[in-house]
T-cell receptor, first 116, second 111 residues
């Protein structure tokens, strides 16, 4: 079975440019999460969706960040305009809904963003 | 608020046991998790423990949970060089589905 698929794996851009990160969750998973990993702050939850609806976006750093989930198989995280402090690895994860679920999150390989 | 704390680095020799410690704040957590991240890769679930358990053993891995002290530990027996990675402790937040992660412990295994 295919896991969570993220693209691009690596992105290098210049300050001020728009960045779009993409994620395809595991088929049948109702929840989708965006996390950001940095050395200083570790793994931070940015936003998560349930059935394509944003549930908690309190972790989104500022208005420059936005996330959408137009359908059950696709989500985007957009940064506009990007800044050097946005440099990080961005992870997408998904999990199925269900009372017997242990709540395990299934992670993609991550998108490493470098803003110059 | 919810918070998960763990030490940042651990260095051991091949064949020794490794113990990675974690403290968490949410006493209502139903599950606690250990994830492993190898270089350049995503996080993969290593093991988990249900909150009504004190201990869970899975081959070389032993998880100990002290709910009174909100302390979780992961012991890796006979540590191998292939165990070198970042290990994350995580709890499921009171609000529901999202996991709250610690900053990760980098385990370095020397031969």
């Amino acid at each position: 079975d295919a896991g969570v698929i993220q693209s691009p794996r690596h992105e290098v851009t210049e300050m001020g440019q728009e960045v779009t990160l993409r994620c395809k969750p595991i088929s049948g998973h109702d929840y989708l999460f965006w996390y950001r990993q940095t050395m200083m702050r570790g793994l931070e939850l940015l936003i998560y969706f349930n059935n394509n609806v944003p549930i908690d976006d309190s972790g989104m750093p500022e208005d420059r960040f936005s996330a959408k989930m137009p359908n059950a198989s696709f989500s985007t995280l957009k940064i506009q305009p990007s800044e050097p402090r946005d440099s990080a690895v961005y992870f997408c994860a998904s999990t199925p809904f269900g009372g017997t679920s242990t709540g395990e999150l299934f992670f993609g390989e991550g998108s490493r963003l470098t803003v110059l | 608020g919810e918070d998960v704390e763990q030490s940042l680095f651990l260095s051991v020799r091949e064949g020794d046991s490794s113990v990675i410690n974690c403290t968490y704040t949410d006493s209502s957590s139903t599950y606690l998790y250990w994830y492993k991240q190898e270089p350049g890769a995503g996080l993969q679930l290593l093991t988990y423990i249900f909150s009504n358990m004190d201990m869970k053993q899975d081959q070389r891995l032993t998880v100990l949970l002290n709910k009174k002290d909100k302390h979780l530990s992961l012991r890796i027996a006979d540590t191998q060089t292939g165990d070198s990675a970042i290990y994350f402790c995580a709890e499921k937040g009171a609000a529901g589905t999202a996991l709250i992660f610690g900053k990760g412990t980098t385990l370095s295994v020397s031969s």
